[in-house]
């Protein structure tokens, strides 16, 4: 079933005149400015020694499934029926979910991380 903000999103993609942007370091700069800063960590804390949160790919596909129905899109523009699609999809979704979760540990962990474009 296709919902209304998913179809009024296809209906604005058919009809814009936006293109994909060109691969550039103008380009990237541009991306980057536009993320929010780094955190930085408190100083005083830095000796601090604590153990992270423990999940497990169970408790993250309940997290995501908990989103309620028509739940709106983050500044990046994705919607959590979009997590929940991926996550009870039949050919990927475990694997999705593996990864997921895997992400969610590193994030709880304060893993520094790279998303590469």
Partial sequence: ?????????????????????????????????????????????????CMPLSVNANNVRKAVLSFPARSTEGPDGIQPQHLKDLVQCRQSGSDFLTA??????????GRPFTILW
């Fill in 1 to 49: 079933m296709l919902e209304d903000s998913n179809l009024r999103a296809a209906v604005r993609l058919v009809c814009s005149n936006d293109v994909p942007a060109t691969p550039s370091e103008e380009t990237l700069t541009s991306l980057r400015a536009q993320l929010p800063p780094f955190f930085q960590l408190d100083p005083s804390l830095a000796g601090v020694q």
């Fill in 100 to 109: 997921l979760s895997g992400f969610v540990k590193m994030v709880f962990a």
